[in-house]
Nanobody
Framework: QVQLVESGGGLVQAEGSLRLSCVAS????????MGWFRQAPGKEREFVGS????????KYVESVKDRFTISRDNAKNTVYLQMNSLKPEDTAVYYC??????????????????WGQGTQVTVSS
């Protein structure tokens, strides 16, 4: 298990940018796949993107491709979500999640064993 703490959320106007950070404490961070998910009011939790331990394998949901970028700094035990060209429909609580060491990044939330508390992102029109 790892403990995850997200930060960087806030209120931004449409077309603006935010960078979310997720700092992990615990063992084997550099071997864990990391995911970003979001949940809007009244909706189910949605996969946003994932990254493997080395940062070489990255996936995104179609709706954020070319706008969002996931990266990680294993020396700092941190994963980032850079969000550009934000839209009102991106409004949600954003969560980072960690998978088991040596596993592959997955789209399903069930594949992740540790979750952060979430950070609110609100995009105004």
């Amino acid at each position: 298990q790892v403990q995850l703490v997200e930060s960087g959320g806030g209120l931004v106007q449409a077309e603006g940018s935010l960078r979310l950070s997720c700092v992990a404490s615990g063992r084997l961070f550099s071997w864990r796949p990391m995911g970003w998910f979001r949940q809007a009011p009244g909706k189910e939790r949605e996969f946003v993107g994932s990254i493997d331990g080395s940062g070489g394998q990255i996936k995104y949901v179609e709706s954020v491709k070319d706008r969002f970028t996931i990266s990680r700094d294993n020396a700092k035990n941190t994963v980032y979500l850079q969000m550009n060209s934000l839209k009102p429909e991106d409004t949600a609580v954003y969560y980072c999640a960690a998978g088991s060491p040596f596993s592959q990044p997955q789209i399903s939330a069930d594949a992740y064993t540790s979750w952060g508390q979430g950070t609110q992102v609100t995009v105004s029109s």
